[in-house]
């Protein structure tokens, strides 16, 4: 994928998959999510499998992806045109007041609005993770005019 399209895409998507892993294998989550452009901010209620994971100190995988399959009179006829993005990274979950305000304010920003106006009740009940990414990979097959 060509410079820069990886950040692109995390900008516009709608759903992060977060791949974690724990004492039971594997797991993969969709969850709505914030992107600075250094940072992933996801948010939840502060107990479950994926907190227990990320307060043991996970490292943690993570994709978005947006397209669609073009169909075909026969089988082999049939594609997909997409991008995606698979990163890795490492995840922690913030403790202060301060620190989950700003990672909600980031995941507010992602969808059109502001954290701005949060209740403190409400946010001493929410987890707020952060992932610092380490790299990040793009694939895509776009339609052969955006090539």
């Not at 994709?63 to 990163?87: H, K, L, Q, W």
């Not at 949060?118 to 776009?142: F, Q, R, Y």
């Amino acid at each position: 994928m060509p410079p820069g399209e990886c950040d692109a895409l995390l900008r516009r998507a709608e759903v992060l998959r977060l791949g974690l892993a724990d004492a039971d294998g594997p797991y993969v989550v969709p969850v709505n999510f914030g992107y600075d452009g250094e940072r992933i901010y996801v948010h939840g209620a502060r107990e479950g499998r994926r907190v227990a994971a990320v307060a043991e100190g996970a490292r943690v995988c993570f994709e978005a992806d947006e397209g669609e399959i073009v169909r075909a009179d026969r089988p082999c006829g049939f594609t997909a045109r997409f991008r995606s993005v698979i990163g890795y990274g490492t995840a922690r979950l913030l403790t202060s007041a301060e620190d989950k305000r700003r990672g909600l304010d980031v995941l507010m920003r992602h969808y059109g609005s502001t954290g701005e106006g949060i209740p403190d009740a409400k946010l001493e009940v929410t987890s707020v993770i952060e992932i610092v990414i380490e790299g990040m990979d793009g694939k895509w097959h776009p339609p052969a005019a955006e090539v």
